[in-house]
């Protein structure tokens, strides 16, 4: 290497450049000195002496000065390194806010204190996030971009019915999960693993880290909540059936035993003739009641599904208002609306729920109103009585929960079930501002 490329790699340096300014800063001062010192008369012993103490004081004042400038320079390097090692406890000393390397050491420190702080929240949120997961009973599964897999929890390691170390960085098809990540983000299926078969709820998101795209799969069991909601189902149809049975049996039983004692009566009296008409009246009729309970569950159990096509509701509710001839309901105008719906059930709705409104106002000579109002993607539709209001909400939708004389009890079930079938919603509530009920029907546009 050449001397002139020597010397500009040396002076290339910052320590360099900092040791040739402090001694050019004091060159004048100190050869004015030596020119002055060897200009006298004075003996060759002086002349040298004071030579070798001005050189001695000018070049180590210089390199005092470049030790100055560069020791924080290198304090600061090490913090930073520190930091970037993911060191965060040392501290720079000299921190002071009276100079402005002091206040850069002051803000340094500070910098560090926030990002041992934030590092020390995310280790415990991560602590956490790990212990919620490792105790969940939800199968969790992380796959990078060439779908091998990275995190798998407890649940996973059951799932699959191997450890954790025999998963980790193998492909999602050799672990049979491949087809959940190119389907739908949610979906529910039937399928065999190896820790058994069952009914299965997959989830799947994606999400990047250190910038590449990763996928997550959640797969939940759905057998035991299946399972546990059929169990309640059939108690409850259970419950139903038999209190409707009992209704119905308990006095058919009677009567046919009292009829057996008049046939087997000997003498027979003079009206067991009559007493046999009206009991096997009864027993038609208690047989009928019988026949229609059983035709109402059916049909509330066949509802069909809806089939969508545009259906102006305007139009609509005129219609529906003009079939009520006991009480005609007073309409309240809206905007004009389209919704995509079925609309002989949506008819059937809006005829149950304005019957069920005039029924009520009926008993107080009150009236019912019918409007409608956007909100959003959503259109409601409000069905207003003047009635006594509801005495108890919990049954509404209860089947064949009736207060009606000769009511069957599923009206209201069925007009919900149509609501949610359409992706909407239907509630009653007692009216705040006045006596009577709401009915209000929910639906998207």
């Given at each position: 290497m050449s001397p002139m490329r020597r010397a500009a790699r040396w002076f290339a340096a910052h320590e360099n450049r900092v040791l040739f300014a402090s001694l050019m800063a004091g060159s004048v001062a100190v050869l004015f000195s030596l020119g002055v010192l060897w200009l006298e008369p004075n003996s060759t012993k002086v002349r040298w002496t004071m030579t070798v103490l001005i050189l001695g004081f000018w070049l180590g004042f210089g390199f005092s000065a470049r030790e100055r400038v560069v020791?924080?320079?290198?304090?600061?390097?090490?913090?930073?390194?520190?930091?970037?090692?993911?060191?965060?406890?040392?501290?720079?000393?000299?921190?002071?806010?009276?100079?402005?390397?002091?206040?850069?050491?002051t803000q340094l420190n500070a910098i560090g204190a926030t990002l041992r702080a934030q590092r020390l929240g995310a280790v415990e949120a991560t602590a956490l996030l790990t212990k919620v997961m490792e105790e969940i009973n939800v199968a969790v599964f992380t796959f990078d971009g060439e779908e091998r897999l990275k995190l798998v929890n407890r649940a996973g390691e059951r799932l699959l019915a191997q450890p954790a170390a025999h998963l980790l960085q193998r492909s999602a098809e050799e672990l049979s999960l491949?087809?959940?990540?190119?389907?739908?983000?949610?979906?529910?299926?039937?399928?065999?693993?190896?820790?058994?078969a069952g009914r299965w709820g997959v989830r799947r998101t994606s999400f990047?880290?250190?910038?590449?795209?990763?996928?997550?799969?959640?797969?939940?069991?759905?057998?035991?909540?299946?399972?546990?909601?059929?169990?309640q189902a059939w108690q409850r149809l259970v419950r139903v059936l038999a209190h409707e049975l009992n209704n119905s049996l308990t006095p058919i039983k009677s009567i046919a035993g009292s009829l057996t004692q008049i046939v087997n009566r000997q003498p027979r009296p003079d009206d067991w003739?009559?007493?046999?008409?009206d009991g096997l009246h009864v027993i038609g009729s208690r047989s009928e009641a019988l026949s229609r309970f059983i035709g109402s569950y059916s049909r509330l159990a066949k509802l069909p599904q809806p089939r969508l096509g545009a259906v102006e509701l305007v139009p609509l509710i005129h219609r529906v208002c003009t079939l009520e001839t006991r009480l005609a309901p007073r309409i309240v105008e809206g905007?004009?609306?389209?919704?995509?719906?079925?609309?002989?059930?949506?008819?059937?709705?809006?005829?149950?729920?304005?019957?069920?409104?005039?029924?009520?106002?009926?008993e107080t000579g009150g009236e019912v109103l019918l409007g409608w109002e956007c909100d959003g993607h959503m259109v409601t539709v409000g069905v207003l009585d003047e009635g006594l209001g509801l005495s108890n909400t919990a049954n509404l939708f209860v089947p064949f929960f009736t207060t009606k004389p000769g009511g069957s009890g599923i009206g209201l079930v069925l007009c919900r079930q149509i609501a949610e079938a359409h992706g909407g919603s239907?509630?009653?509530?007692?009216?705040?501002?006045?006596r009577g009920c709401q009915a209000s029907l929910m639906l998207p546009l």
């Open positions: 020791n924080p320079l290198r304090t600061l390097a090490n913090l930073l390194e520190a930091m970037r090692e993911g060191d965060y406890s040392i501290r720079g000393r000299g921190a002071s806010h009276d100079d402005a390397l002091g206040e850069v050491m491949s087809e959940f990540l190119h389907q739908d983000d949610a979906q529910t299926m039937a399928r065999v693993f190896p820790s058994g990047r880290e250190s910038g590449l795209p990763h996928t997550l799969l959640v797969v939940t069991d759905l057998t035991r909540a299946l399972r546990e909601e059929e169990l003739e009559e007493d046999m008409r905007p004009a609306v389209t919704v995509q719906a079925d609309g002989d059930q949506l008819e059937q709705v809006l005829i149950n729920l304005v019957r069920n409104a005039v029924d009520a106002s009926l239907l509630t009653l509530a007692n009216r705040a501002d006045a």
